[in-house]
């Protein structure tokens, strides 16, 4: 490491805000406050906020209620009554609800007639919603919940895709203070139930099916067997997207959302859960994961206030589903009064570039997408500024995988010379990041900006020591207000110590190797759990990845690690090729040439294998560590959990591979 006499000197960045920019940023605005306010650095720019809010924790949490005016029904007793992980108190004392924050702006009689939010399909020009027809129906169908006898602490599921409709169902549900919780409708009947089982909701809103790719996908008999499963459904409430009547016994989504209803807020504790995610469940059950009320709407206000820089006048995009914790971040751009675009529809179709086309047809400020659509836009040479308006889009957010260094470049160039590209990292188990975005921060290539503000970030090596500029484990050394509460039917909290808590007592380990820069900046290298160690040093995956999916002729690859019996370390790297491509010697060849040219010789593969593709979570990460499982010989259903994987089929590949070595 580089001496204080002698610092290394600062990389170029990619991109770096001008004064104007800076002095606009909300982050700017919300410093010069609290420095006035609540003793917050006045000088120093970013870093210095984000030392003080770490160092004074509860003092910054305060400043982000104020700033951002929680309405409190009833006053906290204090910010942070413990601090021990698992089990912060925060604001204890305080009641509030979040859906009353998400539809304030309603209130605003200059901006109520103004859209919410804005709906896109495949095929149609966006339909808005305003912001007093929102709340006229979450006032309607709350009414309606409570009516069926919904109290607080209920159950109130979704088997929705990204509409309008499953926004008012979150936020009804929200006002009454229900949990929510939602999976798409292109989850199968077993992965669902294998969510909603858990949980035991007393409603359950569906479609009879979506649209994507172009095509109709029916799912009445999928939403049949549900009913039938979940034995404490009161109501089914039956939303026809494609057309259809409703079923014998549901209730219909226009008479429960017709009513001209002054929308109801129950005041809840500030630890009353909003609503239940789930773990990608590769390896069992899902995780059942209850974030609260409070925790989500102090979390996401800095999250889409500050980091995001969001207020009234942006339109907030990104790409997701229901059955993703970045669909329920989305639902949040409400609470900054932001236009909220939501998008139902196949990411690729009618072409690769089609996400690009929702953004000039939304007028979108902030898109946001995955790691993994940057590229394939890249490798599929889509012209984003040549074929389309994009003056509107400030920032291109990216998460889901670390974003290669050729993503940035080609964001860079394709898009916008002058643009703020965000490669944001955190996680289902905060609903957040943990690093990422900052206005006011330089970009540079192949790097998060910054941890993020109340999250003291750091690297440890495997004995606990806080490491900069080399590898180590992510973890979070403070309580975040958006850690979950609990996991559902975890009465001692084993699961959920074991999950996190494990490695490092009273710290949080998230499972993601991590580089902390000397300029401050965060390097995100894969997860630690399915991490490549040969001959003691350790390598992430995704460092792998990028180099070998730049190739024209790989579509997508998987690299394992395996320790084996005798002490020895198999590595292959499977590969899904292009159309026409063949895994002959010359590509192996060239494959070999790029990793130890652009890596080192110690990322080399022990073996190449052509693959018939790569198998994904049903939210499309990679499975490393069910693979790897496979390969150790384990048996196919105790390795994997069939409902997390969106193949069943492709692992049977990598099972016959196990066979022919043992």
């Known amino acids: 490491m580089t001496s204080a006499a002698h610092p290394a000197p600062q990389p170029e960045p990619l991109w770096q805000p001008d004064s104007d920019r800076i002095a606009a940023a909300r982050i700017t605005r919300f410093q010069a406050w609290a420095a006035e306010r609540y003793g917050a650095p006045a000088e120093g720019g970013y870093p210095a906020l984000h030392r003080w809010s770490v160092a004074e924790l509860d003092t910054f949490w305060q400043a982000v209620a104020d700033w951002f005016d929680i309405r409190f029904s009833s006053p906290y007793e204090a910010v942070l009554a413990d601090r021990t992980m698992p089990g912060a108190q925060w604001f204890p004392g305080a009641t509030l609800n979040y859906a009353e924050h998400a539809l304030r702006t309603a209130e605003d009689s200059a901006r109520a007639e103004t859209p919410a939010l804005l709906h896109v399909d495949e095929t149609h020009e966006p339909v808005g919603i305003s912001w007093s027809e929102l709340r006229r129906q979450v006032g309607s169908l709350a009414a309606e919940l409570r009516a069926l006898g919904v109290r607080p602490g209920d159950r109130v599921s979704g088997y929705l895709p990204n509409v309008p409709q499953a926004v008012t169902a979150l936020l009804a549900s929200a006002a009454v203070g229900a949990v929510w919780t939602s999976c798409a409708p292109d989850f199968g009947a077993r992965s669902v139930l294998d969510r909603f089982q858990q949980v035991e909701p007393v409603v359950l809103f569906t479609v009879d099916g979506y649209r994507y790719g172009g095509k109709e996908h029916d799912r009445t008999d999928v ?40 929308p109801v807020f129950e005041q809840v504790p500030f630890d009353h859960p909003l609503w239940v995610l789930y773990s990608s469940g590769t390896t069992g059950l899902p995780k059942a994961i209850v974030q609260s009320q409070g925790g989500i709407l102090l979390e996401h206000f800095k999250q889409l206030g500050l980091h995001c820089d969001l207020g009234p006048e942006d339109r907030f995009f990104w790409y997701t589903s229901t059955g993703w914790m970045m669909w329920n971040f989305l639902v949040s751009g409400l609470l900054t009064g932001t236009t909220v675009v939501l998008y139902d529809g196949s990411p690729g179709f009618p072409d690769t570039g089609a996400q690009w086309g929702v953004a000039e047809r939304t007028g979108a400020t902030l898109f946001g997408t995955s790691a993994a659509y940057v590229m394939a836009c890249r490798k599929a040479e889509v012209h984003p500024a040549r074929e389309h308006d994009l003056s509107r889009v400030k920032c291109v957010a990216t998460t889901g995988s670390p974003l290669p260094p050729d993503g940035f470049r080609w964001l860079h160039d394709e898009v916008r010379e002058d643009l703020w590209i965000a490669s944001v990292s955190g996680g289902t188990d905060v609903c957040s990041c943990f690093a990422g975005a900052v206005p006011t921060l330089p970009v540079h290539i192949g790097e998060l900006q910054a941890p993020c503000l109340g999250t003291d970030l750091q690297a440890w090596d495997p004995q606990g020591r806080a490491v900069t500029g ?17 996991f559902w039917n975890d009465p001692d909290g084993g699961r959920y110590r074991d999950s996190y808590f494990d490695m490092f007592p009273g710290v949080w380990r998230h ?29 992430g995956s995704a460092d792998i990845y990028e180099v070998v999916e730049r190739l024209p002729e790989i579509r997508e690859s998987l690299v394992i690690g395996l320790e084996e019996p005798d002490g020895g370390y198999w590595m292959p790297l499977f590969v899904h090729l ?42 499309g990460k990679r499975i490393e560590v069910p693979v790897k499982r496979l390969l150790q010989g384990t048996a196919l259903d105790k390795a994997v959990n069939p409902g997390s994987v969106d193949n069943l089929d492709l692992l049977r ?3 016959d591979i196990a066979r022919k070595r043992a």
């Open 223 to 262: 939403v049949a067997e549900l009913r039938r499963e979940l034995p404490t459904l009161r109501a089914v409430v039956h939303i026809p997207l494609l057309g259809t009547p409703a079923p014998e016994g549901t209730l219909e989504w226009s008479a429960l959302t017709s009513a001209d209803t002054e």
């Open 470 to 486: 080399e590898v180590g484990e992510l973890v979070v050394t403070n309580p975040m207000p958006s850690m979950p509460i609990r």
């Open 511 to 539: 499972g993601d190797w991590i580089t902390l820069t000397d300029h401050g900046s965060v390097i995100i290298h894969g997860r630690s759990d399915s991490t490549l160690n040969r001959q003691g040093v350790r390598m």
């Open 578 to 619: 292009a159309e026409g491509a063949v895994l002959d010697e010359s590509l192996r060849a060239k494959i070999k040439h790029a990793i130890r040219e652009q890596l080192s010789p110690r990322h080399v593969p022990d073996e190449i294998i052509e693959a018939p593709g790569v198998p994904h979570t049903l939210t």
């Open 653 to 655: 590949f990598y099972e």
